[in-house]
């Protein structure tokens, strides 16, 4: 018999009902020299074409940033996996968003790169026919043409297939003749493409259209004065009797939401990546600030209360690291496996991040908010200066806030979690009553002993006893509440947070066991530091998490039960915490950036 290990499939969702092992994940220790060339790209063109001109890009200047993003298209950085045939590197998905989060750390470059390459060109990319292929996507690869996305209206922003935007065919059949107004448009001022979504007639769904600039009737609004992202052109569009030929309808009449709601998929874990790119940009600044500025005789990085900082902003950056790659090594096995059904490319790249959207939308939660403290504990080391405009970490705090509203509120991605993974259920594509009935079940028994054999056996016992915790509080949820759940959003968001930090908590053990098998314990010294510290603040999390969502719906001896089995479940050896935030401060500190 064969020793080899085989990686077993993993679907959507299923990480709640089934343990994963190291072997089975892709981890950032993996990454090849190819890979770490296009990485090394994407900041080395960061460093040279938009640090020293900041303040120029972010004034607004004429020209700056389509020249900027034409400068990235001739170094193949906005046609990473666009197929070879139209000009692009045909690079796989994991490449897309390596080079997603070697960009995250440019500021407002770093959104209208985003706003190119996904939401877009990716419409056209997967929707489009032959014949729309071949006008748009070698000039969107090389950066000669600019894309933007034409979606949210005044009246419907969350609720995008609540759109007024019409289109109606014209008397001799050749145009489609749209009216409408479209808001917050990134790139919008320079774009030579509009994707925009209109409903045709009294359709119930949208549909989606490819308008190019100049065409008569489209009308920008000055460029809007926003808090952050300064750089970013971000306007309104009217569409006054705009004709559109017929032949730039994208796909079919009325495929518009689902190409909306799939592109955003994309766009969600690409964020998820950016951000991450943005972590550790502003984490390098808060450190080498903190090793500089001296008070009462040495540095304050030797301050615990900094240490306390610099390490808490390492942990939240390796654990959305580790979930991040390992979701993008999911996606790209399942692309890999539908392709050798038959599936083609296409499909099978759409089908397959389709099925991680509740991933997906979980890590674009998990990172917005993890940038959000990052960038705002940057701000309280540098203290004062921290507040001036001359700081990067300024700019880096003003910048961040977007991303919690950007590609679909967090509360809303909370929710959507939730419902889709309720949804996968009902279908019978996952097994999640099952399970959770099995949890009720174990409530009521003597708890059994568990193996703390192995040197992270207590670990995986508690990231196992995470998910009963979700399985158990959702199970007893979606039984008593039953059709009036979806109108319990509290509930709904106690639900996602638990299975977000299960998720994130689950990946960064993975990739800790898996650095440790293959270079030893003592190599991974701060990985285990930062996932044990990690685990040990996750357990109260879900605890509180937990202890709200079933005091908002159970009650009596029913209520007793559940809490004191999330109290088992969510019980976890005490540990030195202040210890191990030291270890991996230190290491920061010495290297002056976030090096793992």
């Given at each position: 018999?064969?020793?080899?290990?085989?990686?077993?499939?993993i679907?959507g969702g299923?990480?709640?009902?089934?343990?994963t092992?190291?072997?089975?994940?892709?981890?950032?220790?993996?990454?090849?020299e190819?890979h770490?060339?296009i990485?090394?790209?994407?900041?080395?063109?960061?460093e040279?074409?938009i640090?020293?001109?900041?303040?120029?890009?972010?004034?607004?200047?004429?020209?700056?940033?389509?020249?900027?993003l034409?400068?990235?298209?001739?170094l193949?950085?906005?046609?990473?996996?666009?197929p070879d045939?139209?000009?692009?590197?045909g690079?796989?998905?994991k490449?897309s968003?390596?080079?997603?989060?070697?960009?995250?750390?440019g500021?407002?470059?770093?959104v209208?790169?985003?706003?190119?390459?996904?939401?877009?060109?990716?419409?056209i990319?997967?929707?489009?026919?032959?014949?729309?292929k071949?006008?748009y996507?070698?000039?969107?690869?090389?950066?000669?043409?600019?894309a933007?996305?034409?979606l949210?209206?005044?009246?419907?922003?969350?609720?995008?297939?609540?759109?007024?935007?019409?289109?109606?065919?014209?008397?001799?059949?050749?145009?489609?003749?749209?009216?409408?107004?479209?808001?917050?448009?990134?790139n919008?001022?320079?774009?030579?493409?509009?994707?925009?979504?209109?409903?045709?007639?009294?359709?119930?769904?949208l549909s989606?259209?490819?308008?190019?600039?100049?065409?008569?009737?489209?009308?920008?609004?000055?460029?809007e004065k926003?808090m952050?992202?300064?750089?970013?052109?971000?306007r309104?569009?009217?569409?006054?009797?705009?004709?559109?030929?017929?032949?730039?309808?994208?796909n079919?009449r009325?495929?518009?939401?689902?190409?909306a709601?799939?592109?955003?998929n994309?766009?969600?874990?690409?964020?998820?990546?950016?951000v991450?790119?943005?972590?550790?940009?502003?984490?390098?600044h808060?450190i080498r600030?903190?090793?500089?500025?001296?008070?009462?005789?040495?540095?304050?990085?030797?301050?615990?209360?900094?240490?306390?900082?610099?390490?808490?902003?390492?942990?939240?950056?390796?654990?959305?690291?580790?979930a991040?790659?390992?979701?993008?090594?999911?996606?790209?096995?399942?692309?890999?496996s539908?392709?050798?059904?038959?599936l083609?490319?296409?499909?099978?790249?759409?089908k397959?991040?389709?099925?991680?959207?509740?991933?997906?939308?979980m890590?674009?939660?998990?990172?917005?908010?993890?940038l959000?403290?990052?960038v705002?504990e940057?701000?309280?080391?540098?203290?004062g200066?921290?507040?001036?405009?001359?700081?990067?970490?300024?700019?880096?705090?003003?910048?961040?806030?977007?991303n919690?509203?950007f590609?679909g509120?967090n509360e809303?991605?909370?929710?959507?979690?939730?419902?889709?993974?309720l949804?996968?259920?009902?279908?019978?594509?996952?097994?999640?009553?099952?399970?959770?009935?099995?949890?009720?079940?174990e409530?009521m028994?003597?708890?059994?002993s568990?193996?703390?054999?192995?040197?992270?056996?207590?670990?995986?016992?508690?990231?196992?006893?995470?998910?009963k915790t979700?399985?158990m509080?959702?199970?007893?949820?979606?039984?008593?509440?039953?059709q009036?759940?979806?109108?319990?959003?509290?509930i709904l968001?106690?639900?996602?947070?638990?299975?977000?930090?299960?998720?994130?908590?689950e990946?960064?053990?993975?990739?800790?066991?898996?650095?440790?098998?293959?270079?030893?314990e003592?190599?991974?010294?701060?990985?285990?530091?930062?996932?044990?510290t990690?685990?040990?603040?996750?357990?109260?999390?879900?605890?509180?998490?937990?202890?709200d969502?079933?005091?908002?719906?159970?009650e009596?001896?029913?209520?007793?039960?559940?809490l004191?089995?999330?109290k088992?479940?969510?019980?976890?050896?005490d540990?030195?915490?202040?210890?191990?935030?030291?270890?991996?401060?230190?290491t920061?500190?010495?290297?002056?950036?976030?090096?793992?």
């Amino acid at each position: 018999m064969s020793d080899v290990k085989t990686k077993k499939a993993i679907r959507g969702g299923e990480f709640l009902i089934r343990d994963t092992e190291p072997f089975e994940i892709f981890i950032p220790e993996e990454w090849s020299e190819e890979h770490k060339m296009i990485a090394q790209t994407c900041i080395d063109f960061l460093e040279a074409e938009i640090m020293p001109n900041l303040d120029r890009m972010d004034s607004l200047e004429a020209g700056f940033m389509e020249n900027a993003l034409h400068k990235a298209g001739e170094l193949g950085m906005l046609g990473v996996t666009i197929p070879d045939e139209f000009g692009g590197l045909g690079l796989d998905f994991k490449s897309s968003m390596l080079a997603a989060e070697a960009l995250g750390g440019g500021h407002a470059f770093s959104v209208a790169y985003g706003a190119h390459t996904g939401i877009g060109t990716l419409p056209i990319l997967y929707y489009g026919n032959d014949a729309q292929k071949q006008k748009y996507i070698p000039k969107l690869a090389t950066g000669e043409w600019k894309a933007c996305y034409c979606l949210t209206e005044p009246g419907s922003g969350s609720d995008a297939n609540s759109g007024k935007s019409k289109a109606t065919l014209s008397a001799d059949g050749k145009n489609y003749i749209i009216n409408g107004q479209k808001m917050w448009i990134t790139n919008s001022g320079f774009a030579d493409v509009f994707i925009v979504f209109a409903k045709v007639d009294d359709d119930k769904n949208l549909s989606a259209f490819i308008v190019e600039k100049g065409t008569p009737g489209i009308q920008l609004n000055a460029e809007e004065k926003k808090m952050g992202i300064k750089g970013s052109s971000t306007r309104q569009v009217f569409f006054n009797d705009c004709a559109v030929p017929v032949e730039n309808l994208l796909n079919e009449r009325g495929m518009g939401f689902k190409i909306a709601l799939n592109i955003l998929n994309i766009g969600r874990i690409k964020l998820a990546a950016g951000v991450l790119g943005g972590m550790k940009d502003c984490l390098g600044h808060a450190i080498r600030y903190a090793n500089e500025r001296q008070q009462f005789g040495r540095p304050i990085s030797k301050y615990g209360a900094i240490r306390f900082k610099i390490a808490e902003m390492g942990i939240r950056a390796y654990v959305l690291e580790s979930a991040c790659y390992r979701i993008a090594q999911n996606i790209q096995d399942a692309i890999m496996s539908l392709e050798g059904e038959g599936l083609d490319k296409t499909e099978a790249y759409l089908k397959g991040i389709e099925e991680y959207a509740a991933e997906c939308a979980m890590m674009k939660v998990f990172g917005s908010e993890g940038l959000d403290y990052v960038v705002d504990e940057s701000v309280q080391i540098y203290g004062g200066m921290g507040y001036s405009a001359e700081t990067r970490v300024e700019r880096a705090y003003r910048d961040a806030r977007i991303n919690r509203i950007f590609e679909g509120t967090n509360e809303i991605n909370r929710m959507l979690t939730v419902d889709m993974l309720l949804k996968k259920a009902m279908k019978g594509e996952l097994d999640l009553m099952g399970p959770a009935m099995k949890v009720a079940g174990e409530l009521m028994s003597i708890p059994e002993s568990v193996d703390d054999n192995g040197p992270f056996a207590a670990e995986q016992n508690l990231v196992r006893n995470f998910k009963k915790t979700v399985l158990m509080v959702a199970g007893s949820a979606a039984q008593k509440l039953m059709q009036t759940l979806s109108k319990e959003q509290e509930i709904l968001m106690n639900i996602a947070d638990m299975a977000i930090w299960t998720y994130a908590s689950e990946s960064a053990l993975l990739r800790t066991m898996k650095i440790a098998e293959l270079h030893g314990e003592a190599a991974a010294k701060d990985q285990i530091a930062m996932t044990k510290t990690w685990l040990y603040d996750t357990a109260d999390r879900i605890n509180k998490a937990g202890k709200d969502a079933i005091n908002s719906f159970v009650e009596g001896d029913e209520k007793r039960m559940m809490l004191m089995g999330l109290k088992r479940f969510t019980k976890y050896d005490d540990i030195n915490v202040k210890v191990q935030r030291q270890q991996v401060a230190q290491t920061m500190i010495e290297e002056g950036k976030y090096p793992y």
